[in-house]
């Protein structure tokens, strides 16, 4: 059937059967779990702002095969009696194959994929319970991974919604508040099982999927937590051993749409496998631990310079010998060319794209106007797109990270005095 990704990701997922769990069971625990000092909820993590980002990839129309169960498919008897299989085959199929037609589009050009998390990297000597359930690695262009044990940048566990749900996760600051792992409330304990996992992996993003519901989580430092030391090795990891903060948003099971077309949990609400696409993007863009993290409205700009779009957008660009090239859509979708933000790399050239007037004046910007005559671009969008405003890459880094230089001192003799920076690399201050 021909559908949109958007679409492909929305739909319905299945009904599940008849559940049946052990009774009194708890939440897994470990003492040597790193516990978060505070609890927020993640903003901004919505249908709106996923449809900023990828207005063109969501909006693609291919033919896609349907996935189908058996009745014994959906009976869930407990995480990995059943649930976990129904994420396997059900879940996990669907965006794979939604990476997939997104893999050719990204920069470094390989698979993100989703697996079972025994299929990558454990933290050394990493016992049972610091073992994720899922994790996300990368694979070439062979399809195989990178090393015998892959790297996983985005763990993610199974939970049963009868032990946890994140309605019952208090938000706030728990610093001082739990002298034990025994004194954790049930609802505490799997934020920590995440947050150790982010804290060995050295990765930002986590999730746990149950029968009810997709829990995104991120995390970082606090922001009442000390000032980073330029001396201190991986500061903002070790940071989260006693000052960390973990962030979360829930996106319902229920969401999507069903077969009929009616929208469940709402036309504007994102559903689960469409909310698993976007966090494992998210982590194959970057998922270090950093001491500040931007608002996704604002990694809009770097999120769509790590894609390549030149089949999508037109941007104009001088190639080696000074003449004009342009790039034509061919198909416009989604998305005007005010929306969108394409860049790309050709040798040691600077490209140019086209943002949003109001994007490029955020960055301090100047828009460029095209050149008339011999080499002057046109396409599709007319001589210039509404709002839009043509810019370097470039420009954009110098302007966004613009370091003054200090001015070189004269010798006497009228000869710029060599720098004695190289000797002090040791004692400069980390940035």
Same mark, same amino acid.
């Given at each position: ?6 679409? $492909? ?25 790193? +516990?978060?000092?505070?609890? #927020?909820?993640?903003?901004?993590? @919505?249908?709106?702002? /996923? ?15 349907? /996935? ?18 129904? +994420? ?19 920069? !470094? ?11 990558? &990297? !454990? ?11 899922? #994790? ?36 706030? @600051? ?20 995440? %947050? ?16 009810? =519901? ?7 430092? *606090? =922001? @009442? ?17 006693? !000052? ?6 829930? +996106? ?7 077969? =009929? ?23 194959? !863009? ?15 700009? #770097? ?11 037109? %941007? ?40 949003? &007037?109001?994007?490029?004046?955020? $960055? ?46 004269? *010798? ?20």
């Amino acid at each position: 059937m021909a559908q949109t990704l958007l679409d $492909y990701l929305r739909q319905q997922n299945p009904t599940l059967g008849q559940i049946h769990h052990k009774s009194g069971s708890t939440n897994t625990k470990n003492s040597q779990y790193k +516990v978060p000092q505070r609890v #927020a909820r993640w903003e901004g993590f @919505d249908s709106g702002t /996923l449809q900023k980002m990828y207005p063109i990839l969501l909006n693609r129309v291919r033919t896609r095969d349907a /996935l189908g169960f058996r009745p014994v498919d959906l009976q869930v008897k407990g995480e990995n009696g059943g649930f976990s299989d129904v +994420v396997y085959c059900w879940n996990r199929e669907i965006v794979v194959r939604a990476l997939e037609e997104t893999r050719e589009y990204i920069r !470094h050009g390989d698979l993100v994929y989703m697996v079972r998390g025994e299929k990558a &990297r !454990h933290p050394q000597g990493a016992t049972k319970g610091f073992r994720p359930d899922w #994790a996300a690695i990368l694979l070439d262009a062979d399809g195989k991974a990178r090393g015998s044990s892959p790297t996983n940048f985005l763990p993610g566990e199974t939970k049963y919604s009868e032990k946890w749900r994140s309605a019952w996760v208090e938000v706030g @600051d728990f610093k001082h508040m739990f002298n034990s792992q025994n004194e954790l409330p049930e609802w505490f304990k799997p934020l920590a099982q995440v %947050f150790t996992y982010c804290y060995h992996l050295k990765t930002r993003y986590a999730y746990i999927i149950t029968d009810e =519901e997709l829990v995104l989580f991120r995390v970082g430092p *606090s =922001e @009442d937590g000390p000032e980073p030391s330029p001396t201190t090795w991986q500061c903002e990891v070790e940071a989260l051993r006693f !000052h960390g903060k973990i962030e979360f948003v829930s +996106v319902p099971w229920i969401n999507g749409r069903s077969e =009929e077309g009616v929208e469940l949990g709402g036309p504007n609400e994102l559903s689960v496998n469409t909310a698993l696409w976007w966090i494992h993007l998210q982590a194959a !863009h970057k998922n270090s631990i950093e001491w500040t993290y931007p608002s996704l409205e604002e990694e809009i700009l #770097a999120i769509q310079d790590s894609f390549r779009l030149e089949d999508d957008v037109m %941007f104009p660009r001088n190639d080696s010998c000074g003449a004009s090239a342009v790039y034509t859509p061919t198909e416009r979708a989604a998305s005007d060319a005010s929306d969108i933000l394409p860049s790309f790399v050709v040798g040691q050239e600077t490209a140019q794209f086209a943002i949003p &007037r109001s994007s490029a004046a955020s $960055y301090g910007l100047r828009s460029r106007r095209r050149n008339a005559g011999r080499n002057q671009a046109t396409s599709s969008f007319g001589s210039d797109a509404p709002n839009t405003s043509f810019v370097s890459h470039s420009s954009i880094t110098s302007n966004k990270n613009r370091v003054k230089k200090p001015k070189a001192k004269i *010798s006497k003799r009228g000869r710029p005095e060599r720098s004695n920076s190289g000797n002090n690399r040791g004692n400069s201050k980390k940035s």
